[in-house]
T-cell receptor, first 113, second 112 residues
Framework: DQQVKQNSPSLSVQEGRISILNCDYTNSMFDYFLWYKKYPAEGPTFLISISSIKDKNEDGRFTVFLNKSAKHLSLHIVPSQPGDSAVYFCAASVTGSQGNLIFGKGTKLSVKP | DAEITQSPRHKITETGRQVTLACHQTWNHNNMFWYRQDLGHGLRLIHYSYGVQDTNKGEVSDGYSVSRSNTEDLPLTLESAASSQTSVYFC???????????FGQGTRLTVV
């Protein structure tokens, strides 16, 4: 049973437009959420995180929104750039579990020039 | 600079052989993790450790073991490699529950 779901395997966006990547979770105990970016043949790299006490966190072109009642979070990239083309993983954890991250299956983002 | 390194980067082994993948981090992080990445499954947790002498099973731990004799290393052992264990393996470490995990470059393991 998947606790973290990314229902869109892929997303294609034009350069300069907004990219919105979605993630749903089922475990109401999750209280810390992260997004990772992964290029081919490399390890995932941390992008942005959000605690459940917030509903928004922004870092430059990247913003993560959290809707706890819907158990849904989204990553917005504005404006999208070709270098953003990668697989994006959503991850969640229960802080009492000492950082055991549960990942979604990932969404492959392609940003077209 | 502190880092996390995995070795080897690529490994081909035969069914039934014992294989050990190395993971070494220089951040002095207490938390270390092993994940495998497979098409259609994303990243799945194999084993994790919260400190020296501590090890815990993850979602897909069958056929794998880990040991934590020091802070820096968490080797992953496949006791008897099976074709179903062909995958890309990632090691990660983190400082605490509210900080991000840092990942190694991955080890591509092929079991023939």
């Amino acid at each position: 049973d998947q606790q973290v779901k990314q229902n869109s395997p892929s997303l294609s966006v034009q350069e300069g437009r907004i990219s919105i990547l979605n993630c749903d979770y089922t475990n109401s105990m999750f209280d810390y959420f992260l997004w990772y970016k992964k290029y081919p043949a490399e390890g995932p790299t941390f992008l942005i995180s959000i605690s459940s006490i917030k509903d928004k966190n922004e870092d430059g072109r990247f913003t993560v929104f959290l809707n706890k009642s819907a158990k849904h979070l989204s990553l917005h990239i504005v404006p999208s750039q070709p270098g953003d083309s990668a697989v994006y993983f959503c991850a969640a954890s229960v802080t009492g579990s000492q950082g055991n991250l549960i990942f979604g299956k990932g969404t492959k983002l392609s940003v077209k020039p | 600079d502190a880092e996390i390194t995995q070795s080897p980067r690529h490994k081909i082994t035969e069914t039934g052989r014992q294989v050990t993948l190395a993971c070494h981090q220089t951040w002095n992080h207490n938390n270390m993790f092993w994940y495998r990445q497979d098409l259609g499954h994303g990243l799945r947790l194999i084993h994790y450790s919260y400190g020296v002498q501590d090890t815990n099973k993850g979602e897909v731990s069958d056929g794998y073991s880990v040991s934590r004799s020091n802070t820096e290393d968490l080797p992953l052992t496949l006791e008897s490699a099976a074709s179903s264990q062909t995958s890309v393996y990632f090691c990660a470490s983190s400082e605490s529950v509210t900080t991000e995990a840092f990942f190694g470059q991955g080890t591509r393991l092929t079991v023939v």
